[in-house]
């Protein structure tokens, strides 16, 4: 079974100061996919990145990028310039190539904006 | 519509009663999913609708949860005889499609609280 960890409940940073949320997962799979989610308190999540296992390049999206490492099974999020609306619940998930529809989840990451 | 949408927005319950959770997606979206979300957990995959079909059932957590999707569009999500434990928020998401490419757009949640 898959299972993705989120080790910081909490994260807080300055406004335009960068933040990197980490994530980790375990899997026996060679081929899958990962993704960042966002939460805000609309409950609405909402895709920020993702990334296909295959790529060894970064996956880029504006002021959010990713630092995939595979053979460490590691997947952050970096966030530049953060702004007051990135303040929001951050899930990593996993998807296994075969069956990408069944996201898996961390528990997430409550990231606060300190104005 | 514009976004996925469900209803009600908040359901209080007694334990023992059954409940109906209504997911509408995106116009033209075959695939949809749902998903829980426990107090301070991430999500939890519970099925996914292909049209009007569901291929894997397996995280449904027990023969009280069933779903149905008609038309390929409107999904209903049913728990009947609730437990305290099944209070939680209840994501639905569809994609135009079920693959890693397609992006899962969600909606705003039904807030559970089985009393």
């Known amino acids: 079974a898959q299972t993705v960890t989120q080790s910081q409940p909490e994260m807080s940073v300055q406004e335009a100061e960068t933040v990197t949320l980490s994530c980790t997962y375990d899997t026996s799979e060679s081929d899958y996919y990962l993704f960042w989610y966002k939460q805000p308190p609309s409950r609405q999540m909402i895709l920020v990145i993702r990334?296909?296992?295959?790529?060894?390049q970064n996956a880029t999206e504006n002021r959010f990028s990713v630092n995939f490492q595979k053979a460490a099974k590691s997947f952050s999020l970096k966030i530049s310039d953060s702004q007051l609306g990135d303040a929001a619940m951050y899930f990593c998930?996993?998807?296994?190539?075969?069956?990408?529809?069944?996201?898996?989840f961390g528990q997430g990451t409550r990231l606060t904006i300190n104005p | 519509g514009a976004g996925v949408s469900q209803s009600p927005s908040n359901k209080v319950t007694e334990k023992g009663k059954d409940v109906e959770l209504r997911c509408d997606p995106i116009?033209?979206?075959?695939?949809l999913y749902w998903y829980r979300q426990s107090l301070g957990q991430g999500l939890e995959f519970l099925i996914y609708?292909?049209?009007?079909?569901?291929?894997?059932k397996s995280g449904l957590p027990s023969d009280r949860f069933s779903a149905e999707r008609t038309g390929g569009s409107v999904s209903t999500l049913t728990i009947q005889r609730t437990q305290q434990e099944d209070s939680a928020v209840y994501l639905c998401?569809?994609?135009?499609?079920?693959?890693?490419?397609?992006?899962?757009?969600f909606g705003p949640g039904t807030r559970l609280l089985v009393l």
């Open positions: 998401a569809s994609s135009l499609a079920a693959g890693y490419q397609e992006t899962q757009y």
């Open positions: 998930a996993f998807a296994p190539f075969q069956v990408v529809q069944k996201l898996v």
């Open positions: 116009s033209g979206h075959t695939a």
């Open positions: 990334q296909e296992a295959y790529k060894q």
């Open positions: 609708f292909q049209g009007n079909s569901a291929p894997d």
